[in-house]
């Protein structure tokens, strides 16, 4: 939620056994192409519909079994994307940020990983024969990065979105440090500078 707090992973690390750790991932790639021929996409930006509804990034709790976080984030990418994510892995270097929420008592971690846009698109491919998909994905969507003359289509209505936890304010805040987006688009949507 909104007013989640963030907090560094260190002090996310020390947090006793009643925390429940998830990691997620926003998995991109370069897309040179353009939309009607005249608005560049600039990249391909993953996020799924989930079983509630609400627009979040792929991955899920960390288990007993996962003996790192990220161990535990590329299972559950397994899980939810199917087979084209075991041409790579998400790293610790790819770690972006961590947000805990008080109840249930849930601390997100959240990674970043470009793609190329023949890894990403083998990633839309495959989800279909994902173990979790139609159960706990409904489907992966490509984020607009664009903003269409009227100034709402594209990036400002899909923000209008219902998202689970943290998953907004981790999107504006890739889309912002990865340079993801053009700078008239930062500009329109007058996002405030990330922490
Ligand atoms: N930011 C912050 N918190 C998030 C984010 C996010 N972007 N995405 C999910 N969460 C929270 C969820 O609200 C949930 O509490 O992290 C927790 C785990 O994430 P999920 O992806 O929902 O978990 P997953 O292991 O994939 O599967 C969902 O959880 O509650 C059970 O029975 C439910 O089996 C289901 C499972
Ligand atoms: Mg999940």
Known sequence: MAGDRKVELGEALALGPGWRHACHALLYAPDPRKLFGRIPLRFAVLMQMRFDGRLGFPGGFVDAQDST?????????????????????????????????????????????????????????????????????????????????????????????????AAREQLLEALQDLELLDPGTIAKLKIPASK
């Open 69 to 165: 976080l990220e161990d535990g984030l590329n299972r559950e990418l397994r899980e939810e994307l199917g087979e084209a994510v075991s041409v790579f892995r998400v790293e610790r270097s790819d770690y972006r940020s961590s947000h805990l929420a008080a109840r249930p008592r849930v601390v997100a971690h959240f990674y970043a990983k470009r793609l190329t846009l023949e890894q990403l698109q083998a990633v839309e491919a495959r989800a279909p024969q994902a173990k979790d998909h139609g159960l706990e994905v409904l489907g992966l969507v490509r984020v607009p990065l664009y903003i269409l003359r009227d100034g709402e289509g594209g990036l400002p209505a899909f923000l209008d979105n219902a998202f689970i936890g």
